[in-house]
């Protein structure tokens, strides 16, 4: 169980990782970042039968972790492309996407847990 939750949480910081250097290093907007990072790791969780308040815990903290790189990338300019929702910039987008990814990959791995 605990290797499920370390496994999941890695997945995230990678993920992580990988969108800060794309942001970086190219001038794309990469628009579902946010929603995997914050919700891949709760899914991937509720597959290994994690417990319950530890996969949800991981997706709020996933979710933060998302919504904290929004920001950080937003006022560093690395966010100044168009959006897929029809209101708002990329910063706006991303804000979205991370408690969009957050909830709906709760929801996820919840669902998960409970087919186990």
């Given at each position: 169980m605990?290797?499920?939750?370390?496994?999941?949480?890695?997945?995230?910081?990678?993920?992580?990782?990988?969108?800060?250097?794309?942001?970086?290093?190219?001038?794309?907007?990469?628009?579902?970042?946010?929603?995997?990072?914050?919700?891949?790791?709760?899914?991937m969780a509720g597959f290994e039968y994690v417990p319950v308040r530890r996969m949800l815990a991981l997706a709020g903290v996933m979710t933060m972790l998302a919504l904290a790189l929004t920001g950080l990338l937003s006022a560093g300019g690395r966010l100044a492309g168009t959006s897929l929702l029809p209101t708002g910039g990329a910063a706006f987008e991303g804000v979205v996407f991370s408690l969009l990814g957050g909830t709906v990959g709760a929801v996820a791995g919840w669902l998960a847990t409970l087919r186990g």
């Open positions: 605990e290797q499920g939750l370390r496994s999941a949480g890695r997945t995230g910081v990678g993920l992580s990782a990988l969108w800060v250097v794309l942001a970086l290093v190219s001038d794309n907007t990469f628009h579902l970042a946010p929603l995997l990072i914050a919700g891949a790791p709760p899914v």
